[in-house]
C-alpha cells in the first residue's frame, strides 16, 4: 500500500508526482475543527460579502430576502462541499489529484485548468479590491497620497506583492494567517455593526431604513432563480477544490464540523452586517455607503483608520490566499508536475490573475452576479457531478492511492483520458451555454424578455451538475459495473500493498 511518509523511489520518479502532490502524510494532518472553521471565516469575511447583499437589494428583494437567499445558497453549496472533502481528509490528496480517478492522469488537467482559470479571476478580482482598498485608507490617513502619479496603481501594486510574499511561504503560512485572522476579523465586524446600531437609533429603526436601498422593482421570485444560483456560484469552485485543504485535517469530524460552523452563519452573518451598516448610514449621513472602506473614511479618527485598515486588508488577504491561490498552485503544479511546484503554480496565478483585468470583471455589480458568478457556476456544477458520481457511486470511496500517480495504471484510461467524463462535461453545459452568451452580450447580465434557455440559465448550476452526474453514470456503465470498479480497486491496493 501507498505509505505517504516514505514514498517508494519507483514513484516519486514518476512525471506525475511531486512532494506538493503527493498524499499528505499523517504527521502533517494537523487542522483540528478550529482550523476549518477559521479558513471559512477568514474567506467569508470579505468585502465582497459585505456588498452580496447590496447587490440583490438594488436589483429589487429587501434585508431578508436577500439574507434568506444567501443562507439557503450556502446550505446547499454545503453538501457538495463536504462531499468532496471527504477523499482529500481519507487519502490525503488534493483536488487535481482526485481528478485523474474520474477524468484519467491526464484528462484531470481539464478539470484542474478550468478551476484554476476561475481562481485567477477571483485573485484579480480580490486583489483589485484590496488594492482600492489600501488606496482609499491611505488617502484618508495622508492627504499627500492623493498627489501622487498613479497612486491607486501604487496601492493595487503593493498589494499584489504582500501576497505574492504570503504565496513564497506554501500551506503552512497560510493555515497561520487564517487562524489568527479569524478573531480579529469576527470583531471587527461586531464593532462595525455595534457603531451603526448606537448611532443609528437601534437595530429596528435602521432595519426599517432598510427599505431605502431598494432602487430595483423586479419581483422577488423572478430575481430569485439566478440570485441564488449566483450565491452557489460564490462558492461552486470551493466545493471542488476543498480536498486542497482536508488533505491536512485531523479527521472527517474535523473537516464536516469545521465547514459545517464556519460557512452559512459567517456567510449570512457577515452580509446581514453589510445591510444594517449600510442602512445605519442612511440615518446618520443621510445616504447609503456602501463601501466599508469609505465608510471608514467617513468615521474618520486616525485610530478608527488604522484599525480598520488592518481588518480589511486582513479580510481580502485572507480570502484570497486559501481561495484562490491553493487550488490553481495545485491546478498548475498538475500539469507538469516536475517542473512546476506549488509556490511556482501560486506565482503563475499573481500573474494571469492581473493579466485578465480584474478591474473590469468588477466594474457592473449586476453583469457580476449574472455573468460572472452564474457562467461559472455552470462549469463548476458540471465538474462538481461528476467528481461525487465517480467517488461516492461509482467508486463507493474506494481509490487506488498509488496509481493516481502512475502514467500507465488504471487510471490512465485511453492515453490517460477517460473521454467519458469529458464527454459528461461538454453536453451537461451545452443547455446553458447560449443563456450564458445572451446574458454577456446584455449590459447588465440580466436579460428582462427570458426565453426558456435563459430561464434555464439561471437554474444554471443545478442544471450542469445534475446532467454531468446523471450522464457520467450512464457512460461509465458501459465500461463496468460499479461493483466492478470497487472490485478491481480493491485488487489494486491488495496488489500494492
Same mark, same amino acid.
Given at each position: 500500500?501507498?505509505?505517504?511518509?516514505?514514498?517508494?523511489?519507483?514513484?516519486?520518479?514518476?512525471?506525475?508526482?511531486?512532494?506538493?502532490?503527493?498524499?499528505?502524510?499523517?504527521?502533517?494532518?494537523?487542522?483540528?475543527?478550529? !482550523?476549518?472553521?477559521?479558513?471559512?471565516?477568514?474567506?467569508?469575511?470579505?468585502?465582497?460579502?459585505?456588498?452580496?447583499?447590496?447587490?440583490?437589494?438594488?436589483?429589487?428583494?429587501?434585508?431578508?430576502?436577500?439574507?434568506?437567499?444567501?443562507?439557503?445558497?450556502?446550505?446547499?453549496?454545503?453538501?457538495?462541499?463536504?462531499?468532496?472533502?471527504?477523499?482529500?481528509?481519507?487519502?490525503?490528496?488534493?483536488?487535481?489529484?482526485?481528478?485523474?480517478?474520474?477524468?484519467?492522469?491526464?484528462?484531470?488537467?481539464?478539470?484542474?485548468?478550468?478551476?484554476?482559470?476561475?481562481?485567477?479571476?477571483?485573485?484579480?478580482?480580490?486583489?483589485?479590491?484590496?488594492?482600492?482598498?489600501?488606496?482609499?485608507?491611505?488617502?484618508?490617513?495622508?492627504?499627500?497620497?492623493?498627489?501622487?502619479?498613479?497612486?491607486?496603481?501604487?496601492?493595487?501594486?503593493?498589494?499584489?506583492?504582500?501576497?505574492?510574499?504570503?504565496?513564497?511561504?506554501?500551506?503552512?503560512?497560510?493555515?497561520?494567517?487564517?487562524?489568527?485572522?479569524?478573531?480579529?476579523?469576527?470583531?471587527?465586524?461586531?464593532?462595525?455593526?455595534?457603531?451603526?446600531?448606537?448611532?443609528?437609533?437601534?437595530?429596528?429603526?435602521?432595519?426599517?431604513?432598510?427599505?431605502?436601498?431598494?432602487?430595483?422593482?423586479?419581483?422577488?421570485?423572478?430575481?430569485?432563480?439566478?440570485?441564488?444560483?449566483?450565491?452557489?456560484?460564490?462558492?461552486?469552485?470551493?466545493?471542488?477544490?476543498?480536498?486542497?485543504?482536508?488533505?491536512?485535517?485531523?479527521?472527517?469530524?474535523?473537516?464536516?464540523?469545521?465547514?459545517?460552523?464556519?460557512?452559512?452563519?459567517?456567510?449570512?452573518?457577515?452580509?446581514?452586517?453589510?445591510?444594517?451598516?449600510?442602512?445605519?448610514?442612511?440615518?446618520?449621513?443621510?445616504?447609503?455607503?456602501?463601501?466599508?472602506?469609505?465608510?471608514?473614511?467617513?468615521?474618520?479618527?486616525?485610530?478608527?483608520?488604522?484599525?480598520?485598515?488592518?481588518?480589511?486588508?486582513?479580510?481580502?488577504?485572507?480570502?484570497?490566499?486559501?481561495?484562490?491561490?491553493?487550488?490553481?498552485? !495545485?491546478?498548475?503544479? !498538475?500539469?507538469?508536475?516536475?517542473?512546476?511546484?506549488?509556490?511556482?503554480?501560486?506565482?503563475?496565478?499573481?500573474?494571469?490573475?492581473?493579466?485578465?483585468?480584474?478591474?473590469?470583471?468588477?466594474?457592473?455589480?449586476?453583469?457580476?452576479?449574472?455573468?460572472?458568478?452564474?457562467?461559472?457556476?455552470?462549469?463548476?456544477?458540471?465538474?462538481?457531478?461528476?467528481?461525487?458520481?465517480?467517488?461516492?457511486?461509482?467508486?463507493?470511496?474506494?481509490?487506488?492511492?498509488?496509481?493516481?500517480?502512475?502514467?500507465?495504471?488504471?487510471?490512465?484510461?485511453?492515453?490517460?483520458?477517460?473521454?467519458?467524463?469529458?464527454?459528461?462535461?461538454?453536453?451537461?453545459?451545452?443547455?446553458?451555454?447560449?443563456?450564458?452568451?445572451?446574458?454577456?452580450?446584455?449590459?447588465?447580465?440580466?436579460?428582462?424578455?427570458?426565453?426558456?434557455?435563459?430561464?434555464?440559465?439561471?437554474?444554471?448550476?443545478?442544471?450542469?451538475?445534475?446532467?454531468?452526474?446523471?450522464?457520467?453514470?450512464?457512460?461509465?456503465?458501459?465500461?463496468?459495473?460499479?461493483?466492478?470498479?470497487?472490485?478491481?480497486?480493491?485488487?489494486?491496493?491488495?496488489?500494492?500493498?
Amino acid at each position: 500500500m501507498y505509505d505517504a511518509e516514505a514514498p517508494d523511489a519507483e514513484l516519486s520518479r514518476s512525471p506525475l508526482w511531486n512532494p506538493d502532490l503527493a498524499p499528505t502524510p499523517m504527521s502533517r494532518r494537523t487542522w483540528s475543527t478550529y !482550523n476549518i472553521a477559521a479558513l471559512w471565516i477568514g474567506m467569508s469575511v470579505v468585502i465582497t460579502t459585505y456588498t452580496l447583499a447590496s447587490g440583490l437589494m438594488q436589483q429589487g428583494m429587501n434585508w431578508y430576502q436577500a439574507l434568506g437567499t444567501i443562507l439557503l445558497g450556502n446550505v446547499i453549496v454545503l453538501l457538495p462541499m463536504v462531499l468532496n472533502a471527504h477523499a482529500g481528509t481519507k487519502y490525503g490528496i488534493s483536488f487535481p489529484v482526485l481528478c485523474r480517478a474520474s477524468f484519467g492522469v491526464r484528462g484531470a488537467n481539464v478539470a484542474a485548468i478550468l478551476r484554476a482559470i476561475v481562481a485567477c479571476g477571483w485573485f484579480g478580482i480580490q486583489t483589485w479590491i484590496g488594492g482600492l482598498a489600501l488606496d482609499a485608507l491611505m488617502r484618508a490617513a495622508w492627504s499627500g497620497w492623493a498627489n501622487l502619479p498613479g497612486a491607486t496603481w501604487i496601492a493595487f501594486g503593493f498589494f499584489w506583492l504582500i501576497q505574492v510574499a504570503i504565496i513564497l511561504k506554501g500551506t503552512e503560512g497560510i493555515k497561520v494567517l487564517e487562524s489568527w485572522s479569524a478573531p480579529l476579523l469576527l470583531s471587527g465586524g461586531a464593532i462595525l455593526l455595534w457603531w451603526g446600531v448606537h448611532n443609528g437609533g437601534g437595530l429596528g429603526h435602521i432595519l426599517s431604513e432598510s427599505s431605502r436601498l431598494r432602487q430595483g422593482t423586479t419581483p422577488f421570485w423572478t430575481l430569485f432563480p439566478a440570485a441564488l444560483t449566483a450565491n452557489i456560484g460564490y462558492w461552486a469552485t470551493l466545493s471542488l477544490n476543498i480536498p486542497d485543504f482536508t488533505r491536512y485535517a485531523k479527521s472527517q469530524r474535523s473537516q464536516v464540523l469545521g465547514q459545517v460552523l464556519g460557512l452559512p452563519a459567517t456567510m449570512t452573518a457577515f452580509a446581514f452586517i453589510g445591510v444594517a451598516v449600510t442602512s445605519a448610514t442612511i440615518v446618520i449621513f443621510g445616504k447609503a455607503i456602501w463601501d466599508p472602506v469609505e465608510l471608514i473614511s467617513r468615521i474618520g479618527s486616525p485610530s478608527v483608520i488604522i484599525f480598520g485598515a488592518i481588518v480589511i486588508l486582513a479580510a481580502q488577504l485572507t480570502t484570497n490566499m486559501a481561495a484562490n491561490v491553493v487550488s490553481p498552485s !495545485n491546478d498548475f503544479s !498538475n500539469l507538469s508536475p516536475k517542473r512546476i511546484s506549488y509556490v511556482t503554480g501560486g506565482l503563475i496565478t499573481a500573474v494571469v490573475g492581473i493579466a485578465m483585468m480584474p478591474w473590469r470583471l468588477y466594474s457592473d455589480a449586476a453583469a457580476y452576479i449574472f455573468t460572472w458568478l452564474i457562467g461559472y457556476s455552470s462549469l463548476m456544477g458540471a465538474l462538481g457531478g461528476i467528481l461525487i458520481a465517480d467517488y461516492w457511486i461509482v467508486r463507493r470511496q474506494q481509490l487506488a492511492v498509488r496509481e493516481l500517480f502512475l502514467v500507465n495504471g488504471r487510471y490512465a484510461y485511453v492515453n490517460g483520458f477517460n473521454w467519458r467524463a469529458i464527454a459528461a462535461l461538454v453536453f451537461a453545459v451545452l443547455p446553458v451555454l447560449p443563456g450564458f452568451l445572451h446574458a454577456a452580450a446584455t449590459p447588465g447580465g440580466q436579460v428582462a424578455d427570458q426565453n426558456f434557455l435563459d430561464r434555464l440559465y439561471t437554474f444554471a448550476w443545478f442544471v450542469t451538475f445534475g446532467l454531468s452526474f446523471v450522464i457520467y453514470l450512464i457512460l461509465m456503465r458501459t465500461r463496468a459495473t460499479a461493483g466492478d470498479l470497487v472490485q478491481e480497486n480493491s485488487a489494486t491496493m491488495s496488489r500494492a500493498a
